[in-house]
Each structure stands twice: as C-alpha cells, then as structure tokens.
C-alpha cells in the first residue's frame, strides 16, 4: 500500500544532479532531506538515501520525477516514487510501506 506526502520543501535542484552523479559510487553516501506531511502526520522528515531514477517531468528542467529509498517515520529502506519542482520546493511523494512491495 503506497501512502502519499505532501511535499513542503527540500534540497536546489543541483542537490538532485550531485546526487545522481554518484548513483553506482559505492563510497559516496549523498542524503537529501524533505519537509512532508499525510492528512495524519504533520512534519515529517523524508530523508533519501538512495536515488537510481531521475527523469524530467517536462523541458524545463526544474520538474523532476525521482525513484530511490528512503527514511521516513524511522524506517529505512522504504521505496519512493516522488514528483517535486526545484523552483517551488514543493511536490508529492509516494511511499511504499515496508511488506507491501
């Protein structure tokens, strides 16, 4: 079951491209936080600590649609699916709960 964050804000969009320039260094640890919330859970922290999809969402280059692993409510490893515009900081994300993959 994928539950869906409100996303608040988060890192410029040169954080994303850094991040992705080293998607297979198995020595660099890159982690990008986000500001999020569900109608239930005001606050949360979405901390992505892996990232191995980035695509452009239109030609502008500032939307961007990402895939990767996350920490969220103290949970590590949850799969992302996240929309999110480097302009306003602000998008959505989809989280899969851990034993629903």
Do not use: W
């Amino acid at each position: 079951m994928d539950v869906r964050y409100e996303i608040l804000g988060g890192p410029e969009r040169g954080a994303f491209f850094s991040a992705y320039e080293h998607v297979h260094d198995k020595d660099v640890q890159v982690t990008m936080e986000f500001a999020a919330q569900t109608p239930s859970a005001k606050g949360v922290a979405i901390k992505v600590t892996k990232l191995y999809g980035l695509s452009h969402e239109d030609g502008s280059g500032h939307r961007l649609n990402l895939e990767g692993r996350c920490t969220a409510h103290g949970v590590h490893g949850v799969k992302f699916r996240m929309f999110y515009d480097t302009e306003e900081h602000t998008g959505y994300a989809m989280l899969t709960r851990p034993g629903s993959e």
